[in-house]
T-cell receptor, first 117, second 113 residues
């Protein structure tokens, strides 16, 4: 079945360490997204990518980095510069309907929970 | 700037009762609107969407939502709630001329037997 796979589901990190969260999709979707979820704050966009080798910052990109070397993959690195990295991270993907329109239906992965010790 | 407001952080209903979750948006043109549901520790699943046309849209799991332009609202409703509907619900609006969505802060639904 097609879908989005995020790994690991749970990750613990010591302060000062970089960690990378994996996101793979087999839906042949063009666009991929990373969201951060904190209690009471909903979902906030970290980065998104509409095409291979290109990506844009979202609302809270500081302390994060991404790459899009393959259409299927969009890994997120949480760097030591991210001051409060403990959160639930969600990856999503979508077809691009007809150019940028805001009408894209997102399919989400099951999420990765990062805890900084 | 576009925004989405979900005024209710937490709602509790009895099983079998009706449900309405509120969503208000701020947008300059006809919006693309979505409702997603999230079970604990899981990703989000699309319940329904409004792009144009009939302002009452039907979704999965017996949910419906009504777009009211005059009130800038897109409230989610269900006539009879089941215990399995307990989850967090997010309203979202598509950002014009981008591929982004803006999400509300969510409403947590608790269902009592």
């Amino acid at each position: 079945d097609g879908g989005i796979t995020q790994s690991p589901k749970y990750l613990f990190r010591k302060e000062g360490q970089n960690v990378t969260l994996s996101c793979e999709q087999n839906l042949n979707h063009d666009a991929m997204y990373w969201y951060r979820q904190d209690p009471g704050q909903g979902l906030r966009l970290i980065y998104y990518s509409q095409i291979v080798n290109d990506f844009q910052k979202g609302d809270i990109a500081e302390g994060y980095s991404v790459s899009r070397e393959k259409k299927e993959s969009f890994p997120l690195t949480v760097t030591s510069a991210q001051k409060n990295p403990t959160a639930f991270y969600l990856c999503a993907s979508s077809m691009i309907v007809a150019g940028p329109s805001g009408a894209n239906v997102l399919t989400f992965g099951a999420g990765s929970r990062l805890t900084v010790l | 700037a576009q925004s989405v407001t979900q005024p209710d952080i937490h709602i509790t209903v009895s099983e079998g009762a009706s449900l309405e979750l509120r969503c208000n948006y701020s947008y300059g043109a006809t919006p693309y609107l979505f409702w997603y549901v999230q079970s604990p520790g899981q990703g989000l699943q699309l319940l329904l969407k409004y792009f144009s046309g009939d302002t009452l849209v039907q979704g999965i799991k017996g949910f419906e939502a009504e777009f009211k332009r005059s009130q800038s609202s897109f409230n989610l409703r269900k006539p009879s709630v089941h215990w399995s509907d307990a989850a967090e619900y997010f309203c979202a609006v598509g950002v014009y001329n981008t591929d982004k969505l803006i999400f509300g802060t969510g409403t947590r639904l608790q269902v009592f037997p």
